[in-house]
C-alpha cells in the first residue's frame, strides 16, 4: 500500500516536472503561443511566453534544478530552508514566500496581487 502511494506520488511528480521543463523549453521561442496540458481538472490553455511563476508544495525546488529563477515570483515558505534553493537562488528577497500548506492556508490576495502566469502545485486527489 506505501509503495504504491510512493509510486503514484513519485509518477504525478515525474509527470508535472515534465510539463514544467517542457514548458521551459517552449518559453525560449515562444510568442503569442498557446500550449494545452491535461491535469487533474481537464485540459488547460497556457499562454507563453510564461513569464512568472508560483511553486507551491514539493514543486519548490524545480526552478533550482532547472536554473529558471528569473521567472519565479513566489515559492513555498519552506523552499527557502532547502538546501538546492539556497545554493542556487542569488536574490532571495524578490522572491515572495508563500504558505507551505498550499490548499487550506494559500494567501489567495498575495497570490492575484503577484499576477502570475502559471501556478505549479500538487492538488491531490480530487476524486479521492
Known amino acids: 500500500m506505501l509503495i504504491a502511494r510512493f509510486k503514484k ?6 509527470l508535472g516536472t515534465l510539463v514544467v521543463s517542457s514548458l521551459w523549453l517552449n518559453v525560449a521561442n515562444a510568442s503569442n503561443q498557446e500550449v494545452k ?4 481538472f481537464g ?4 499562454k507563453l511566453p510564461v513569464s512568472k511563476i508560483i511553486y507551491l508544495g514539493s514543486f ?6 532547472f536554473n529558471t529563477w528569473d521567472r519565479v515570483v513566489g515559492i513555498s515558505d519552506y523552499a527557502f530552508k532547502s538546501d538546492i534553493v539556497k545554493a542556487t537562488l542569488k536574490d532571495p528577497k524578490r522572491i515572495k514566500s508563500m ?5 487550506a492556508a494559500l494567501n489567495v490576495e498575495l497570490l492575484k ?13 480530487p476524486k479521492a
Open 43 to 46: 485540459e488547460q490553455t497556457i
Open 37 to 40: 496540458v491535461k491535469d487533474y
Open 60 to 65: 519548490a525546488e524545480v526552478p533550482a534544478m
Open 99 to 103: 504558505s507551505s500548506d498550499h490548499v
Open 113 to 125: 496581487k503577484l499576477s502570475p502566469d502559471l501556478v505549479v502545485t500538487f492538488v491531490g486527489n
Open 9 to 14: 506520488a513519485l509518477i504525478s511528480y515525474s
